[in-house]
């Protein structure tokens, strides 16, 4: 636990995100940065319509001077993904490595979307047995046989939680891009690990089998597809940010960028299109701005 709160802690290191951390950084207050910016979707894109920067970019390249940038005025940045949020006197964030760091104002700036492994019966049984996110529907497979797969840390997170729910949990996936702390954790535990991939769904109403890369037909009730890092809506509802009430997909803020939870921001895609990179900077400049602003009101009165 930080002995020394941060002031602003942004998770997410795509263009809202890097932007906020420089306006955070500039106005003197102590800003942490986390995620990696190669899981921005602007990373692997190509720029051409972003006013000042002329002819094609690498979005690789952006991200790269972006966080030079925050970096320069101060901004630490953690290459580690979010693994839960809590909120008392202070937001606490329990990142991948087993730390868990203090802040007097967080920002979302993760994006929205969720992979999907795109095999038959995936889309058929969405809702019926295949779901995108633990934390949302552990609650339905109390004694189930479930199945997580994804090579990152939100499903060994997502393995480890249903635990305390199923009868049996396996976790299927090839390789594993954890910390060496999450990795000794899930070792430990009684999650069977499959080394194998999901090639289809079985299920007539809802899922009963999986059928994997290695021929075998694993028999489960459920099957989480958890690709990534958690994502904003995952981490937003342990907190009780709202979404919006049109898609609940987004998350819901006013002009200042700011939640329904007094010191959480959020900017960029999360918040609902357009989806560019001009918007989500803009919105990045505006919550970082109002993050500090709101930080240095709370030392003042601590």
Do not use: W
């Amino acid at each position: 636990m930080s002995v020394h709160p941060y002031d602003v802690v942004i998770i997410g290191t795509g263009p809202a995100g890097i932007q906020a951390a420089i306006h955070a950084s500039r106005r003197k207050t102590r800003v942490l940065m986390l995620g990696r910016i190669e899981n921005s979707a602007l990373y692997t894109a190509h720029i051409e319509n972003y006013a000042f920067v002329p002819g094609v970019t690498l979005g690789a390249d952006l991200l790269r001077l972006g966080v030079a940038q925050a970096q320069q005025f101060g901004c630490e940045i953690k290459a580690e993904d979010v693994l839960g949020l809590e909120a008392d006197d202070l937001f606490r964030v329990k990142l991948e490595s087993g730390t868990t760091i203090a802040s007097r104002t967080l920002i979302f700036s993760m994006g929205v979307s969720k992979q999907k492994l795109n095999v038959p019966g995936e889309k058929e049984l969405s809702g019926r047995g295949v779901s995108y996110c633990v934390d949302c529907d552990a609650n339905f497979y109390r004694g189930a046989v479930v199945t997580v797969t994804g090579d990152r840390s939100a499903a060994v997170d997502g393995a480890l939680t249903m635990l305390d729910y199923a009868s049996k949990v396996y976790l299927v996936t090839e390789q594993l891009n954890v910390s060496a702390e999450l990795l000794d954790r899930l070792s430990k535990s009684k999650v069977e690990r499959i080394h194998s991939s999901i090639k289809r769904i079985n299920g007539d109403k809802i899922v009963d089998s999986l059928v994997l890369a290695d021929g075998q037909t694993l028999a489960t009730e459920g099957v989480f597809i958890e690709l990534g890092s958690k994502g904003a809506l995952e981490l937003a509802t342990q907190v009780g940010v709202q979404l919006d009430t049109e898609s609940f997909k987004h998350i819901a803020v006013n002009q200042q960028q700011a939640t329904n939870i007094p010191g959480i921001f959020a900017a960029g895609d999360i918040v609902g299109p357009p989806y560019q990179m001009a918007k989500a900077v803009g919105e990045g400049c505006t919550a970082g701005i109002e993050a500090a602003t709101f930080a240095r009101k709370m030392k003042k009165e601590e």
